[in-house]
């Protein structure tokens, strides 16, 4: 039995890691610029995926190199050095890169609010981006950020089944 769950276990890590490979692979060819850009932006987040924060922090500072005014990758990095807990790198990166865009810049906010301890700011965040992307039509990202906004609900008492519920519904419905 307990060889049955080790090889499990080894396959979905070999599964997860596939799109690290595949896209690695990928760029090693000469590609289009926008399709380059686009396959380093999707390794960033394979690397995410796969817990790897370091490589997804040099991606996506390498993409903000190329374009310092992107507040996707400005806030790409933000989140990476937070997984890394690399509290000074993020005041500083803030401080050369400040997130533009106010739902992203609540959300990691939010983020750093919950690390302190504060909760309600950090629902608030989360549940303010979720209700943005909503309005752009963005549901997969509003998804992410709701289920994240509910997980922080139900810390403090604040979550019913009913709201699980109705997650999974959206999820159902525009995953």
């Known amino acids: 039995m307990l060889s049955e769950i080790c090889r499990t276990i080894e396959h979905a890590a070999a599964v997860h890691k596939l799109p690290v490979d595949y896209l690695s692979r990928l760029l090693e060819n000469q ?39 992107s507040n996707f990758y400005r806030y790409q990095v933000a989140r990476n050095l937070h997984a890394l807990a690399r509290y000074d790198d993020i005041d500083r990166h803030l401080g050369q890169f400040p997130i533009k865009d106010d739902s992203m810049d609540a959300r990691f906010r939010s983020d750093l609010a919950y690390d302190r301890g504060e909760i309600m700011a950090a629902i608030d965040g ?23 906004s509910l997980w922080r609900s139900a810390l403090v008492g604040r979550a019913s089944v009913a709201d699980c519920d109705g997650l999974i519904a959206q999820g159902d419905q525009h995953g």
Do not use: W
């Open 126 to 148: 989360a549940a303010y981006r979720t209700r943005r992307m909503r309005e752009a039509g963005n549901y997969r990202v509003a998804l992410d950020n709701q289920q994240v």
């Open 31 to 69: 590609l289009p610029a926008d399709i380059n850009k686009v396959a380093r932006s999707r390794l960033g987040f394979a690397y995410n995926t796969v817990t790897e924060f370091n490589m997804a922090l040099e991606t996506f500072q390498k993409l903000l190199a190329e374009e310092p005014e």
